[in-house]
């Protein structure tokens, strides 16, 4: 079942001026809804509709598609639903045929975890749904409105009888967070919601959205609380972040620029050869003795990557094309949280990887859009001991204080 996920953010805003570029714990706004897509094993692909530079500049660093989409569409005035047509059709256009499920992401709600967008697709595909919406059970509040004179007025309830909270039905807050709907639904009724109807319930703390100014601190710690996300956890006290690494259970390395310098030596029959650093061997080796599993993950099919892995007694799995999709079958098969995993990379197809995982590192002399969303930068750079700052430091190494540039 192919689904995609849509996030439209436009430029412009009255409330908020550049809403989505708003920098929320630690990132842009609209950063937090495109890597929450990306790790939900439900999307296939996550593509940002958006009228503005800047906004598709930041959705394609952190390893959205993006859709520019024209100014007829993009004032105070267009609707979501104009959005999601637009990008259906443009793909349509270039030879895509619609999905089987669109998710519409509202980028002013970060607050949002993967399993919240999986939920809404499975809901869709096993009750036989037309469309789902994500909403927050409540149980009875009493509803009041204001008449022309100013008198309050019950909406829901007679407060002579009043109920007790037993004896309602729950209700449902649609929060404006996840919406899944089968696109056939869309094109007929030019509406996301339609046809069968199915509620995924979210709990409250994952319900808020971001309206207003006044709202960003209080939220942001909300998102401190609720999600582990590398600049959130840069900005921890260094003890903080120590309690994090306490929990890792998989360190997972990239080959080429974070286990060797980058460089290839070739010869003239076309033989390739890398260069090592022995302390990063004797590190992994250490880790290993202490229970904490190691893996490598590179798109290199060369056969330099097994026989060095081999030597060192790592698992690795080369050749991979989509890092993020076999890291998450690896976090699987192993029984891992994402939290409690370690990505170490240094380029740009490292990204989604870095941005799924509970603690993501970069080396020194990694890309800066990769530093851009790690937790911390070693100092030393790959295949020069980097490794083995980052093995010290999981294993409590004090003296690995002094080697870590924390952000």
């Given at each position: 079942?192919?689904?995609?996920?849509?996030?439209?953010?436009?430029g412009g805003s009255k409330g908020i001026p550049r809403k989505n570029l708003l920098m929320v714990a630690g990132k842009p706004l609209v950063a937090w809804s495109v890597e929450t897509a990306r790790g939900a094993r439900s999307i296939t692909r996550t593509i940002v509709s958006t009228d503005d530079g800047e906004i598709a500049?930041?959705?394609?660093?952190?390893?959205?598609?993006?859709?520019?989409?024209?100014?007829?569409?993009?004032?105070?005035?267009?609707?979501?639903?104009?959005?999601?047509?637009?990008?259906?059709?443009?793909?349509?256009?270039?030879?895509?045929?619609?999905?089987d499920v669109v998710v519409f992401l509202q980028a002013t709600s970060p607050f949002r975890v993967p399993a919240d967008i999986d939920g809404a697709v499975d809901l869709l595909a096993k009750g036989n749904y037309?469309?789902?919406?994500?909403?927050?059970?409540?149980?009875?509040?009493?509803?009041?409105?204001?008449?022309?004179?100013?008198?309050?007025?019950?909406?829901?309830?007679?407060?002579?009888?009043?109920?007790?909270?037993?004896?309602?039905?729950?209700?449902?807050?649609?929060?404006g967070s996840v919406y899944a709907f089968r696109p056939r639904l869309l094109r007929e009724t030019g509406s996301r919601m339609g046809g069968r109807i199915g509620i995924h319930p979210m709990p409250a703390e994952r319900s808020h959205q971001i309206d207003s100014m006044e709202d960003v601190p209080f939220f942001e710690t909300v998102l401190v609380q609720t999600q582990c996300a590398a600049p959130v956890i840069a900005a921890l006290p260094r003890q903080s972040l120590a309690l994090l690494m306490g929990r890792v259970r998989l360190l997972v390395l990239d080959f080429d620029g974070v286990m060797t310098d980058?460089?290839?030596?070739?010869?003239e029959q076309g033989r390739e050869a890398v260069s090592c650093n022995r302390s990063d061997g004797l590190g992994l080796a250490m880790l290993k003795t202490s229970g904490i599993s190691v893996w490598v993950l590179s798109t290199e099919t060369n056969p330099v990557v097994a026989a060095r892995?081999?030597?060192?007694?790592?698992?690795?799995?080369?050749?991979?094309?989509?890092?993020?999709?076999?890291?998450?079958?690896?976090?699987?098969?192993?029984?891992?949280?994402?939290?409690?995993?370690?990505?170490?990379?240094?380029?740009?197809?490292?990204?989604?990887?870095l941005q799924w995982v509970g603690i993501p590192v970069a080396v020194s002399d990694a890309y800066p859009e990769v530093k851009q969303v790690?937790?911390?930068?070693?100092?030393?750079?790959?295949?020069?001991?980097?490794?083995?700052?980052?093995?010290?430091?999981?294993?409590?190494?004090?003296?690995?204080?002094?080697?870590?540039?924390?952000?």
């Open positions: 079942m192919t689904t995609i996920a849509i996030i439209p953010a436009r500049a930041v959705a394609r660093n952190h390893g959205a598609e993006v859709v520019l989409r024209p100014a007829e569409i993009s004032g105070d005035t267009a609707s979501s639903e104009s959005a999601l047509l637009h990008v259906l059709d443009t793909l349509r256009a270039d030879g895509s045929p619609d999905p037309d469309s789902v919406f994500g909403g927050c059970p409540e149980h009875f509040t009493g509803r009041w409105a204001l008449a022309a004179d100013g008198c309050a007025l019950p909406l829901n309830f007679d407060p002579v009888r009043r109920p007790r909270r037993q004896e309602r039905a729950v209700e449902y807050l649609e929060n980058n460089r290839v030596v070739v010869d892995c081999k030597k060192l007694g790592v698992p690795c799995r080369q050749g991979v094309s989509d890092k993020l999709s076999e890291l998450q079958k690896l976090a699987d098969d192993l029984h891992v949280e994402r939290e409690a995993i370690v990505f170490v990379g240094n380029d740009v197809n490292d990204l989604g990887c790690a937790a911390f930068v070693t100092r030393r750079a790959g295949g020069e001991g980097a490794v083995r700052e980052v093995v010290e430091h999981i294993l409590g190494n004090k003296s690995t204080d002094i080697l870590f540039s924390w952000r």
